[in-house]
C-alpha cells in the first residue's frame, strides 16, 4: 500500500506521477510521526521520498550524527550545520537549521548571528574553536593538519568530538551540495520558529 504524498519541493520531477509520487507505507508512517513530533514534514525528507532507500539513509544519518550519543549538545551540532551552510550559502539549511539554533539556544538574536557571520557571536572559546574548525574543514579541507586537531583538543574536545565535528562538518557540506543542486527549497514555518 502507498501514500500520495507531495515531493515537489526541489527543481527536479523526481515523483512517480509528475508532480506527488507515491511513498511507501512505511515513509507515510514516518511522515505521520514528524507532523506528529514537529508539527511538519521537513522538505528535506519530501525530497528524498522518491526513493525509500536514499530516504532512510539519509534520516539514518542525520539522526545518527544530529540527535544520537554525542558529547557535543544538539546546539553545538546545530551551530556546525548553520557555520557550514553560511559558507556555501545554502537557503535551505540556513533557514530550518538556523531555526534550530534559535529554539536550542532560546534566543533568536543568536540564531541570526550564526546564520550571518558566526565570528560575531557571543560564543565560548570552545565553541568557537569548533566552530572555525569546521569552516576550515568545509573551505580547506586539504589543509587540515595536526595543529588544527590540536586547536580541539586545547580547547577541551576529545578525539571522539574531534570526530563527531568532522562527521557533522561532512554530513552538511554534502547536504548543502544536494539541496544547491537541486534548489530544494525550506518549509515556511521555518521563517518563524523561536523568534
Known amino acids: 500500500m502507498t501514500a500520495k504524498f507531495d515531493t515537489r519541493v526541489t527543481a527536479l520531477d523526481l515523483g512517480a506521477d509528475g508532480g506527488g509520487g507515491e511513498v511507501s507505507e512505511a515513509t507515510a508512517r514516518y511522515f505521520d510521526k514528524c507532523e506528529e513530533k514537529l508539527g511538519l514534514v521537513p522538505n528535506v525528507l519530501k525530497a528524498y521520498a522518491f526513493d525509500d532507500v536514499k530516504l532512510r539513509a539519509f534520516?539514518?544519518?542525520?539522526?545518527?550524527?544530529?540527535?544520537?550519543?554525542?558529547?557535543l549538545s544538539k546546539l553545538e551540532r546545530e551551530m556546525i550545520a548553520v557555520a557550514v551552510s553560511s559558507v556555501n550559502h545554502c537557503f535551505y539549511c540556513l533557514t530550518a537549521h538556523g531555526a534550530a539554533v534559535r529554539q536550542y539556544s532560546g534566543d533568536p538574536k543568536l540564531g541570526e548571528l550564526m546564520v550571518m557571520n558566526y565570528r560575531v557571536a557571543d560564543l565560548t572559546p570552545k565553541q568557537r574553536a569548533m566552530l572555525d574548525f569546521a569552516v576550515k574543514l568545509t573551505e580547506k579541507p586539504a589543509e587540515i593538519v595536526e595543529a588544527d586537531r590540536q586547536v580541539l583538543r586545547d580547547a577541551g574536545f576529545s578525539d571522539r568530538d574531534i570526530w563527531d565535528i568532522a562527521s557533522v562538518t561532512g554530513f552538511f557540506n554534502m547536504s548543502n551540495r544536494v539541496a544547491a543542486a537541486t534548489d530544494m527549497r525550506p518549509n515556511e514555518e521555518y521563517h518563524g520558529m523561536a523568534r
Do not use: K
Not at 59 to 71: H, I, P, R, V
Open 59 to 71: 534520516t539514518d544519518m542525520y539522526n545518527d550524527l544530529m540527535l544520537g550519543a554525542s558529547s
